[in-house]
């Protein structure tokens, strides 16, 4: 059965510093992997997608990198700001298994001014 | 611009009535998903529908069932809902199946908060 881990759960951090949000996942046979922002009482917007055969998608201050064969991934930000804090939870979809999403509880970021 | 809209943003609900959450989308999507999200917990996907194809989870529950009368239309109806089904419901929608080629981004909604008395 995949699982997902996010570590930490929870991360504050002071304006203008970069971080990096961890991810790991059990079983490496996936077609991609998602990361998402979700604000509280919101629904979940995509950031960035990586498929299984990538390495890293980056998209502004956004960086995310695939190890398939150690199960992890990385969400780097840089420069973060205020507007960052939400939570992040990363998503994979197994091969061989349905269309689903299998998510991480996600990692609470706030970002202080 | 193009969308996930979900109706009502707040639902509450008596123990055991029945209740319909509603999804509805803009982009032409051939892939609809309800998700059950619980308080800091992770999505969990109940079922979704390729066009008229619906796939259900093995754990979803029998009090969960689903209906996608067009494209564009997709629902949720909780039969008798009981004080566990509290939760965050969200509707998402991808242009085509994973498995067509692993590319494909889903686009949720804002969901339905439902509270059960």
């Known amino acids: 059965k995949q699982e997902v881990t996010q570590i930490p759960a929870a991360l504050s951090v002071p304006e203008g510093e970069n971080l990096v949000l961890n991810c790991s996942f059990t079983d490496s046979a996936i077609y991609n992997l998602q990361w998402f922002r979700q604000d509280p009482g919101k629904g979940l917007t995509s950031l960035l997608l990586?498929?299984?055969?990538?390495r890293e998608q980056t998209s502004g201050r956004l960086n995310a990198s695939l190890d398939k064969s150690s199960g992890r991934s990385t969400l780097y930000i840089a420069a973060s700001q205020p507007g960052d804090s939400a939570t992040y939870l990363c998503a994979v979809v197994l091969i061989g298994g349905s269309e689903k999403l299998v998510f991480g509880k996600g990692t609470k970021l706030t970002v202080n001014p | 611009d193009a969308m996930v809209i979900q109706n009502p943003r707040y639902q509450v609900t008596q123990f055991g009535k029945p209740v319909t959450l509603s999804c509805s989308q803009t982009l032409n999507h051939n892939v609809m998903y309800w998700y059950q999200q619980k308080s800091s917990q992770a999505p969990k996907l109940l079922f979704h529908?390729?066009?008229?194809?619906?796939?259900n989870e093995a754990d979803t529950p029998d009090n969960f069932q689903s209906r996608r009368p067009n494209t564009s239309f997709c629902f949720l109806d909780i039969r008798s809902p009981g004080l566990g089904d509290a939760a965050m419901y969200l509707c998402?929608?991808?242009?085509?199946?994973?498995?067509?080629?692993?590319?494909?981004?889903?686009?949720f909604g804002p969901g339905t908060r439902l509270l059960v008395l």
């Open positions: 990586i498929q299984s055969s990538q």
């Open positions: 998402a929608t991808s242009r085509d199946l994973v498995l067509a080629g692993g590319q494909e981004t889903q686009y």
């Open positions: 529908y390729y066009d008229k194809d619906f796939n």
